[in-house]
């Protein structure tokens, strides 16, 4: 089974900062990775798909690069309404594994 | 609109079992896989498995933390998904969500975009 690192598991930021959340494959899977939002007491929220593709309706500061084993979610300009738990997920091949989370909270 | 419905949560010893449910409507339920995400209090996403539609064979897949204790069913004529957990263990302590993906199982998988509001499962002495 695939093995998804994410990194860090928190952080603090400043309005308007640009923060980047890292995602580890433990083998490829192309560009086949997911990144969802969970905002405290909701249910999770797809931002992007397929690595890169911004999902209808979520904000342009919330950017998706990487394939292969490498992925980044970017938020250009860290907004208050973006505090939220954010996770990886991998759909190369069953089990489609979770990333462990990052906690993004305003500094 | 489409809508996810879990039941069947609640309190059970270890190694006792437990049968979740997940209605579903407002959308074509047998075109469409339906996966099981739990969540333990605090904690992140862990994926637990899926089943495919009829058109895929009815294909089933789980996480390894789970695999041959826990099984995924499903029943078309009622719009429904099942989750059926045997030789449960404290660790299986969590809120269990049933999700849809954001497209039908025809064409690509773009991630998880419907979601219950979650069932809890507390496995406990």
């Known amino acids: 089974d695939i093995q998804m690192t994410q990194s860090p598991s928190s952080l603090s930021a400043s309005v308007g900062d640009r923060v980047t959340i890292t995602c580890r494959a433990s083998?490829?899977?192309?560009?086949?990775l997911a990144w969802y939002q969970q905002k405290p007491g909701k249910v999770p929220k797809v931002l992007i798909y397929a690595a890169s593709t911004l999902q209808s309706g979520v904000p342009s500061r919330f950017t998706g690069s990487g394939s292969g084993t490498d992925f980044t979610l970017t938020i250009s300009s860290l907004q208050p309404e973006d505090v939220a738990a954010y996770y990886c997920q991998e759909y190369n091949s069953a089990p489609f594994t979770f990333g462990g989370g990052t906690k993004v909270e305003i500094k | 609109e489409v809508q996810l419905v879990e039941s069947g949560g609640g309190l059970v010893q270890p190694g006792g079992s437990l049968k979740l449910s997940c209605a579903a409507s407002?959308?074509?339920?047998?075109?469409?896989?339906v996966h099981w995400v739990r969540q333990a209090s605090g904690k992140g996403l862990e994926w637990v498995g899926r089943?495919?539609?009829?058109?895929?064979?009815?294909?089933?897949a789980y996480a390894a933390s789970v695999k041959g204790r826990f099984t995924i069913s499903r029943d078309d004529s009622e719009n429904t998904a099942y989750l059926q957990m045997n030789s449960l263990k404290t660790e299986d302590t969590a809120i269990y969500y049933c999700?849809?993906?954001?497209?039908?199982?025809?064409?690509?998988?773009?991630?998880?975009?419907?979601w219950g509001q979650g069932t809890l499962v507390t496995v406990s002495s």
């Open positions: 083998q490829g899977i192309s560009n086949f």
């Open positions: 089943i495919r539609s009829k058109a895929n064979t009815y294909a089933t």
């Open positions: 999700a849809r993906p954001q497209q039908d199982d025809s064409t690509d998988y773009r991630g998880l975009g419907y």
């Open positions: 407002g959308f074509t339920f047998s075109g469409s896989a």
